[in-house]
């Protein structure tokens, strides 16, 4: 993995802390389905391709721990349709 995100599974979300604050996305687990409910990142990284960074880590821990993805928030779902070689994560 690139960059080390973070599960807070405490809460429910990925956390990629980067210099600028930390961007995350909340989830819901459901056995092997992981539902992406929102994605967000503070104002000071937007635009700086952050959220995309989290995104390509989430895709690769659902790739490594065998779980498919359900993007239920507009970003994840428009980052998924972007790149295509995570499509087969998709649940």
């Known amino acids: 993995m690139g960059e080390a995100i973070r599960d807070a599974a405490e809460r429910s979300r ?4 980067l210099e600028g604050g930390t961007v995350f996305a909340d989830y819901r687990r459901d056995g092997q389905r992981l ?3 929102h994605v967000e990142a503070p104002p ?3 635009g ?3 959220a995309g ?3 390509q ?3 690769e821990v659902a790739r490594r721990d065998g779980l498919t993805l359900v993007p239920l928030c507009g970003y994840a779902a428009a980052w998924l349709r972007r790149h295509r070689e995570h499509r087969d994560l998709l649940g």
């Open 14 to 17: 990925f956390e990629l802390p």
């Open 35 to 37: 539902a992406i409910l």
């Open 44 to 46: 000071a990284l937007r």
């Open 48 to 50: 700086t391709g952050a």
């Open 53 to 55: 960074r989290l995104m």
């Open 57 to 59: 880590g989430i895709a």
